[in-house]
């Protein structure tokens, strides 16, 4: 029988299960997309309970409607949405609180608290992060500090908490494992990415209790054996989170290899080698993976709202129907005609680190059309990344990049042409599944190494930069006046 590997893609607006032959071809895939509840300005939940429900009801279609049975499945991979916390109780194994998501702004209060302390320097020395509301401890501090059955439950020893990998890995384990993976943990701002341990000091200063957490592990690791239905006896062999994986995807092995990925946000990863030596400012230090026993560093550029503000046309301002029709209606002007948008919703991340800043569309006239908008917020993507790529320093050659916005065209020959460089779009816009795939398939054996690895033939579509350099300029400097007044706007 012909093993398959399957890719759970749990991301900020979707589930998706991805099916994959044995040479990791993508043979089909499953996709829901499940509630965003934005109960306060600033405020971003999500349902765990829908999230899983949403995951499991896309493996199952994906298995019955290509009659995989658990026999075949030579291993799952999981990746996720990062830094979102979920805290359920160990003994009913029902979620506690609403799951507070990575966006969630509500803890800025908080972390501004820890900097006036002095705490960012030794926070940033051993986790490599910021203190920004954006990671997964304030979260848990919030949650302890103000939902008393979360507290209760952490009093009576019942308190499980756990980003959306070590949420998975319980409900398919039926509760067994209570197991997270090392790039997961290392945004947390609880895990030291030297000794890879959570930390005794940090759990401290977040008010986090040691048994709450799950135990680390590689990303490669056994984590578990599903007891779900139609997959008993299947184990999870790869977990990554969303952009770690699409690093891996990508096969950024090599130090100095970089991607960035158009999803809900951005995200430009580049491969910091085996040594972790500390990031630029603004950038963020991480784990991309441990393999084999070896750890791999990343440094990281990270935009809160990316795809996402097309979201926000469609669902919340409701110009558009589908998100792709953004691209028809951007192309039917010749430009931004001076219009801006700073689609700073829940802050900035690099290289500003402003959880205050809130978002604006500025240049508006009596002519400003629907088109300005859609036009507006397609190029604010695009500007954002090209922010993310000043931020690494040193001219960047070219730009392997993914995910969902990806698919618009008129965004990327705009990001071709803004920051002068050629962008490699990935064929297959599930680059971050497929990453899982491969970390699963060398997690079980079913691939010897990540040498092998590289003989996949990934499909890329090049665009090349047509602007002329005065033009670019003039763009991005009104860019940066648009960014100056969205500042701290929320103070
Ligand atoms: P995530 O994994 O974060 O949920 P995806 O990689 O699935 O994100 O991408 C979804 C995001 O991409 C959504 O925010 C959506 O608005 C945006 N998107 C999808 N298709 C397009 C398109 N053709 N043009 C612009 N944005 C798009």
């Not at 491969?271 to 963020?284: E, I, S, V």
């Amino acid at each position: 029988m012909e093993k398959v590997i399957i890719a759970l893609d749990q991301g900020t607006t979707s589930s998706r299960s991805v099916l994959y032959d044995s040479r990791l071809h993508k043979i089909d895939q499953a996709q829901r997309e499940f509630t965003q509840y934005f109960p306060q300005p600033g405020w971003v939940e999500h349902d765990a309970g829908e999230i899983w429900e949403s995951q499991w009801g896309t493996l199952r279609e994906l298995m019955e409607r290509n009659g995989v049975k658990a026999e075949a499945v030579a291993a799952l991979g999981i990746t996720n949405q990062r830094e979102t916390v979920v805290a359920w109780d160990k003994f009913t194994g029902k979620p506690l609180a609403p799951a507070i998501v990575w966006q969630d702004r509500r803890t800025a209060a908080f972390c501004r608290a820890l900097q006036r302390k002095g705490a960012e320097a030794g926070v940033r020395r051993k986790t490599g992060l910021v203190l920004d509301p954006y990671f997964s401890g304030s979260k848990m501090h919030w949650l302890l500090k103000h939902n008393p059955d979360v507290r209760k439950a952490a009093a009576e020893k019942r308190l499980a908490f756990g980003t959306i990998d070590s949420w998975l890995i319980w409900k398919l384990t039926g509760g067994n494992r209570h197991v997270t993976e090392v790039g997961n943990a290392s945004r947390t701002l609880l895990m030291d990415l030297k000794t890879l341990a959570w930390d005794k000091s940090l759990l401290k200063l977040f008010g986090v209790p040691a048994g709450t957490l799950p135990q680390i592990l590689p990303s490669d690791a056994d984590f578990g054996e599903a007891v779900v239905p139609g997959l008993e006896g299947v184990r999870i062999h790869g977990v990554a989170g969303d952009q770690q994986a699409s690093l891996f995807g990508h096969r950024c092995f090599k130090a100095g290899s970089l991607k960035n990925t158009y999803g809900t946000g951005c995200f430009l990863l580049r491969n910091a080698g085996a040594a972790y030596a500390a990031p630029r400012k603004g950038l963020l230090g991480t784990v991309a993976w441990t393999l084999k026993g070896k750890t791999t560093y990343a440094h990281e550029g990270a935009v809160m709202i990316g795809g996402a503000v097309v979201q926000f046309l469609r669902d919340g301002l409701k110009i558009l129907d589908r998100a792709e029709d953004s691209e028809a209606m951007a192309a039917a002007l010749p430009d931004n005609e001076g219009v801006y948008f700073v689609p700073a919703f829940a802050g900035l991340g690099t290289p500003h680190w402003d959880p205050n800043a809130r978002g604006l569309i500025i240049g508006l006239t009596r002519g400003t059309t629907r088109a300005h908008l859609a036009r507006a917020a397609l190029e604010s993507i695009a500007f954002q990344s090209l922010d993310l790529c000043h931020a690494f320093g040193g001219a960047i050659k070219s730009l392997n990049v993914d995910g969902g916005a990806s698919a618009n065209r008129l965004l990327m020959q705009f990001q071709a042409d803004i920051t002068g460089t050629e962008v490699r779009v990935n064929d297959s816009p599930e680059v971050t599944a497929l990453g899982v795939a491969m970390l699963a398939a060398l997690g079980c054996g079913l691939v010897a190494s990540q040498q092998d690895l590289l003989k996949l033939d990934l499909r890329l579509h090049i665009f090349k930069p047509a602007m002329a350099a005065a033009r670019r300029k003039l763009l991005v400097d009104r860019w940066h006046k648009a960014v100056k007044r969205s500042l701290a706007w929320a103070e």
